[in-house]
C-alpha cells in the first residue's frame, strides 16, 4: 500500500488546515489510519487515527478538540482537520497504515506498516 499526504503549507495562528492522503489500494479501506509529526529537532509523535469503520477516533492530549480525524473508504482517503493551529504544530505530517493494530499500540509508530511522505505544516506567529 503506498501512501500520499498533502496538503501542508504555511498558515498563520489560529488558521485551519486539512490534510489528506491518499491510499493506492482500495484494501486499506480495512486498515488502521494514522497521523503522526515530527518537529524539527523532536521526535516523531503520535497525532490522531481512526478505525477502519470510522467508528473509533483517537487524539493526542495536544491536537484533542482541535483536530479531527476522518476518512472516506470509498475514496481511500483519510483526513486530517486543524482548527486553531498553534506555531508548536509546526512539524512535518505522516499518514501511516496498519492492516491489524491492537488498540494499546495505536499512539505508538511502530504498530503501523505502511508510511506516506510527509507533508509540512508551518504554523506562524
Known amino acids: 500500500v503506498q501512501l500520499q499526504a498533502f496538503g501542508g503549507g504555511l498558515v498563520q495562528a489560529g488558521d485551519s488546515l486539512r490534510l489528506s492522503c491518499a491510499a493506492s489500494?482500495?484494501?486499506?479501506?480495512?486498515?488502521?489510519m494514522g497521523w503522526f509529526r515530527q518537529a524539527p529537532g523532536k521526535e516523531r509523535e503520535f497525532v490522531a487515527a481512526?478505525?477502519?469503520?470510522?467508528?473509533?477516533?483517537y487524539y493526542s492530549d495536544a491536537v484533542k478538540g482541535r483536530f479531527t480525524v476522518s476518512r472516506d473508504n470509498a475514496k481511500t482517503t483519510v483526513y486530517l482537520q486543524m482548527n486553531s493551529l498553534k506555531p508548536e504544530d509546526t512539524a512535518v505530517y505522516y499518514c501511516?497504515?496498519?492492516?491489524?493494530?491492537?488498540?494499546?499500540?495505536?499512539?505508538?509508530?511502530?504498530?503501523?506498516?505502511?508510511w506516506g511522505q510527509g507533508t509540512l505544516v508551518t504554523v506562524s506567529s
Open positions: 501511516a497504515a496498519g492492516a491489524s493494530i491492537i488498540t494499546s499500540t495505536i499512539r505508538s509508530q511502530h504498530a503501523y506498516h505502511y
Open positions: 489500494e482500495r484494501s486499506s479501506s480495512r486498515f488502521f
Open positions: 481512526i478505525n477502519w469503520g470510522s467508528r473509533y477516533t
